[in-house]
């Protein structure tokens, strides 16, 4: 059975922290123990993002990479419709790919290369972070369509998933 990618993540570095489920048939004592032990590490992934200091690289490899290929291990899940690819930050950032535009386009017509939403989604990142820091402690953003960051953001997460 595959391994939830949140549960156990270890609160320093947010790595797995090798808890797995006991297939064996065996030890069903062990395997309570350790899936006790994985509820006692589990951190929110806002938690573990704060942790790694909302860093970039980080977040996209746990969201569009190792989150991406546990969904890919439930089969049932695709049967009936297209399963998603796993995306790596290093090929993406190494990318030769261009963004498409010409002279007149306005900004907002500008056709991202999957290397311009990446690099939009680490600048955008860090200035809403930027932002995060200046609120007193356990306030959160706020979203406005008017916001140029906030929608980089997420029309760079969006085409993630295109």
Same mark, same amino acid.
């Given at each position: 059975?595959?391994?939830? !990618?949140?549960?156990?993540?270890? @609160?320093?570095?947010?790595?797995?922290?090798?808890?797995?489920?006991?297939?064996?048939?065996?030890?069903?004592?062990?395997?309570?123990?350790?899936?006790? @032990?994985? *509820?006692?590490?589990?951190?929110?992934?806002?938690?573990?993002?704060? +942790?790694?200091?909302?860093?970039?690289?980080?977040?996209? =490899?746990?969201?569009?990479?190792? /989150?991406?290929?546990?969904?890919?291990?439930?089969?049932?899940?695709?049967?009936?419709?297209? !399963? !998603? @690819?796993?995306?790596?930050?290093?090929?993406?950032?190494?990318?030769?790919?261009?963004?498409?535009?010409? *002279? /007149? @386009?306005?900004?907002?017509?500008?056709?991202?290369?999957?290397?311009?939403?990446?690099?939009?989604?680490?600048?955008?990142?860090?200035?809403?972070?930027?932002?995060?820091?200046?609120? !007193?402690?356990?306030?959160?953003?706020?979203?406005?369509? /008017? +916001?140029? =960051?906030?929608?980089?953001?997420?029309?760079?997460?969006?085409?993630?998933?295109?």
């Amino acid at each position: 059975m595959p391994q939830d !990618p949140e549960a156990g993540l270890d @609160e320093k570095n947010g790595d797995n922290n090798g808890t797995t489920n006991d297939s064996s048939g065996g030890n069903s004592e062990s395997a309570a123990k350790t899936a006790a @032990e994985a *509820a006692e590490n589990r951190v929110s992934t806002r938690q573990w993002a704060k +942790d790694c200091d909302y860093d970039a690289a980080r977040l996209f =490899t746990k969201f569009f990479g190792e /989150d991406i290929r546990y969904l890919l291990s439930m089969e049932k899940l695709w049967a009936e419709r297209r !399963p !998603p @690819e796993p995306l790596d930050w290093a090929a993406l950032t190494d990318s030769d790919e261009q963004s498409h535009a010409n *002279a /007149d @386009e306005l900004r907002d017509q500008a056709v991202w290369s999957l290397r311009e939403c990446g690099r939009r989604f680490e600048a955008s990142l860090g200035e809403l972070y930027d932002k995060l820091k200046c609120l !007193p402690s356990g306030d959160h953003l706020t979203w406005d369509k /008017d +916001d140029d =960051t906030a929608l980089d953001f997420v029309v760079a997460v969006a085409n993630f998933r295109c």
